[in-house]
């Protein structure tokens, strides 16, 4: 009975920083691999970045690379997004995700939070 609760989602302008939160209840987040998704508007959900469940090996689309930074806390149950340098074609819906079954996180296995929007402005 995993749960993913998110938040830090809100408004900001062109250049500034935002730090998304992840909350894992009812497991430890030391068993699965992680990552965050989005979707803009009128668009499908995209991948973001993830971790995988062992070696901590981190990947990034290339829209968000050198900007974006995914990292998991193991005492607190949690994992972030912390987003800089952000741009306005970053507006969307952010998900987190979380899957036991595999080292490598597979988006049609996970469980998701409830999505939280971000709001970039010129």
């Known amino acids: 009975q995993v749960q993913l609760v998110e938040s830090g989602g809100g408004m900001m302008e062109a250049g500034g920083s935002l730090r998304l939160s992840c909350v894992m209840s009812g497991r430890t987040i030391r068993s699965y691999a992680v990552g965050w998704f989005r979707q803009p508007p009128g668009k499908e959900r995209e991948f973001v970045a993830s971790i995988s469940r062992t070696g901590g090996y981190r990947n990034y689309a290339d829209s968000v690379k050198d900007r974006f930074t995914i990292s998991r806390e193991y005492d607190k149950n949690t994992m972030y997004l912390q987003m800089d340098s952000l741009k306005p074609e970053d507006t969307a819906v952010y998900y987190c995700?979380?899957?036991?079954?595999?080292?490598?996180?597979?988006?049609?296995?996970?469980?998701w939070g409830q999505g939280t929007q971000v709001t970039i402005s010129l």
């Open positions: 995700a979380a899957d036991g079954g595999s080292n490598i996180l597979r988006p049609t296995r996970a469980t």
